[in-house]
C-alpha cells in the first residue's frame, strides 16, 4: 500500500524590499519544518519573476533539500518562465502548469520510486523460481 505524504501549496508573492523578502523566506520555511517536505510553490500571483523572488524560491529549495525534500513550481507565467531560463534557475526546479499537475508529480514519483525498488526484487524471485 502506498501512503501519500502530505503535499503543501504556498503562493508566493512579490517583495518590494528585503524586509518583505525576509519574512517570506522565514513563513514559507516554517511551513516545512517536516522531514521529507513536498511543497509546491504558486507563481500564478507573479506576472514575472525578479531576483528577489528566485532567491526565495532557491531559499526554499535548499531547506527542503536539507530535510530530503523537494519544491516543484506551478503557475509560472511566459515572462517568468522565460527570466528562469535565462538564469538556469529553471534546470534546478520541476515546472508545472497548474497545482493539481505540480500535486501529483510528487505522488507519481514516489510510486514510481517504490515500483522501481520492488521490481528487480520480484524478477529476481520468479527466475529463481523458474530454476
Not at 499537475?101 to 529476481?124: K, M
Request: proline share 2%; net charge positive; charged share 25%.
Amino acid at each position: 500500500m502506498i501512503h501519500r505524504r502530505t503535499v503543501t501549496v504556498e503562493q508566493i508573492q512579490a517583495a518590494a524590499n528585503a524586509d518583505q523578502e525576509r519574512a517570506q523566506v522565514h513563513r514559507l520555511i516554517r511551513r516545512m519544518s517536516f522531514h521529507r517536505p513536498c511543497f509546491v510553490l504558486d507563481c500564478s500571483g507573479l506576472s514575472g519573476i525578479d531576483r528577489s523572488a528566485m532567491r526565495i524560491m532557491l531559499r526554499c529549495l535548499e531547506e527542503a533539500l536539507k530535510r530530503n525534500g523537494d519544491v516543484r513550481l506551478s503557475s509560472v507565467s511566459a515572462v517568468g518562465q522565460a527570466a528562469l531560463e535565462s538564469t538556469g534557475v529553471a534546470q534546478l526546479f520541476r515546472i508545472f502548469a497548474t497545482n493539481a499537475g505540480a500535486i501529483g508529480s510528487f505522488h507519481n514519483d514516489r510510486a514510481n520510486r517504490i515500483l522501481s525498488e520492488t521490481l528487480p526484487i520480484a524478477v529476481a524471485r520468479e527466475t529463481k523460481d523458474a530454476a
